[in-house]
């Protein structure tokens, strides 16, 4: 349907560079059922997600603004969904390490506006931001530049983190299943309990390239080109830079 604005999502310009490093199980998901994977923010595994910095927490303690809001914040990290990239240009040995177990996987790149433009083609509505990374001890979520917005809603405990996941640099693609919160066995019901597919029409033209891990062999390449083949996607199937002949 539509990616929608909203003044609490931070922008990103629509050519920077994003990637998301999954195996070859999520590749061949992702092509076979034509969607994106997008995961429970009360699932992931920091426990610090969607919670509020120290000095939000007792500025509402102060003005009194207790009652009912420790249930909303946890009800917007049970019921948004969120999918996530990583900004950057170049491969990162820190996300390489960090997601794939094996040397059976790829970097999925491509560009915000390459994205944006699929998910509008979609029959489901999105929000788009950027992550921004705060001192949780220290920080307000308000900041003149960075970030100067005086209104508060619930959704903004989830476009930031803090400063330990910096090189995350993650871009994210929210989703709200609003009527699951009238419906408290909604994720007992569900087919998954983590998480839900959202169908993506036209998946492929998301991809701008696949890379290869550092350790990958010819092995790797030709199940990765097989896998592209069985669904008649002519990408680009790149090696590593990492493994690029040094100079001495």
């Known amino acids: ?21 999954i195996d070859l199980e999520k590749l ?17 595994p920091d426990h610090f997600e969607g919670s509020l910095p120290q000095k939000e927490y007792e500025s509402r ?13 946890l009800n917007m990290k049970k019921f948004t969904l ?20 094996s040397n059976e996987g790829v970097a999925v790149q491509t ?33 003149d530049e960075e970030y100067p917005v005086k209104s508060y809603n619930a959704i903004i405990p989830l476009v930031h983190k803090r400063n ?15 009527h699951a919160y009238q419906s ?7 087919e998954s309990s983590i998480g839900k597919k959202i169908e993506i029409r036209d998946i492929a033209r998301i991809i701008d390239r696949l ?8 092995i790797v390449r030709d199940k990765v080109e097989k896998i592209m083949d069985k669904f008649n996607c002519n990408i680009e199937i790149c090696k590593s830079k990492l493994m690029n002949k040094p100079f001495y």
């Not at 969120?82 to 960090?98: G, K, P, Q, T, V």
């Not at 929000?127 to 220290?138: F, L, P, Q, T």
């Not at 066995?185 to 569900?190: E, H, K």
């Not at 290869?212 to 010819?218: F, G, K, T, W």
């Open 211 to 218: 890379i290869l891990p550092p350790s990958a062999d010819e």
């Open 82 to 101: 969120i999918n996530c990239w990583h900004i950057n240009e170049n491969e990162s040995d820190a996300m390489w390490r960090l997601y794939l177990k």
């Open 28 to 44: 061949n998901d992702m092509m076979e059922t034509s969607s994106l994977f997008f995961c429970r923010a009360d699932k992931f």
């Open 111 to 143: 560009t915000i506006e390459k994205i944006c433009s699929v998910l509008k083609n979609s029959h489901s509505t999105f929000r788009v931001s950027k992550v921004r990374y705060i001192d949780y001890e220290k920080d307000i979520w308000y900041d």
């Open 184 to 190: 408290p066995d909604y994720w007992a019901n569900a």
């Open 61 to 73: 303690i102060r003005r009194g603004f207790v009652s009912g809001f420790e249930r909303l914040h």
């Open 1 to 21: 349907m539509t990616i929608a604005k909203h003044e609490c999502m931070i922008p990103v310009e629509p050519d920077k560079v994003i990637m998301r490093y």
């Open 164 to 178: 330990e996941y910096k090189h995350e640099n993650e871009f994210r693609i929210l989703f709200d299943i609003d």
